[in-house]
């Protein structure tokens, strides 16, 4: 069975409240460990590489992952996107720009690590990226 008759309305728009989503494909929050979170610079390449590619591929709707909303306090994991001070405001719109040229809504997960978190879930020293 082809997915159009299995899946009749996955290719369908549709909407979230007021958002039109240009199919029912969602990128979910899944976290990358692209950005450089701790470090002075507040979005990268990688990053915005990696989302553009989503979006120019035809998902209908991305949800960015989870951000640090309060360092260091919330963050388990220091590779991540930071949103804790106004010096990452414009690294955000950069990606968003990014994502909304291929008429792709973005949304951003958010969410608090909490004193209670875990440690010992960092990636590997060494790891990395190759587009």
């Known amino acids: 069975m082809k997915g159009k008759e299995k899946f009749p309305l ?9 958002v039109k989503i240009r199919n029912r494909m969602v990128k979910t929050a899944a976290g990358t460990f692209f950005p450089s ?11 915005k590489w990696f989302y553009e ?19 260091p306090v919330g963050a388990r994991r220091k590779n991540r996107l930071r949103i804790d001070d106004d010096r990452y405001i414009d690294g955000l719109r950069e990606l968003t720009q990014v994502i909304h040229q291929y008429d792709c809504p973005v949304f951003m ?23």
């Open 53 to 71: 590619s989503i979006a120019r591929g035809g998902v209908g709707l991305i949800i960015i992952e989870s951000p640090i909303i309060d360092y």
């Open 109 to 131: 997960q958010m969410n608090h690590d909490g004193p209670w978190q875990m440690t010992g879930f960092d990636p590997p020293e060494g790891q990395t990226y190759k587009p």
């Open 37 to 47: 979170g701790d470090k002075a610079e507040p979005m990268n390449d990688k990053v």
């Open 10 to 18: 996955l290719l369908e728009p549709g909407y979230i409240g007021r």
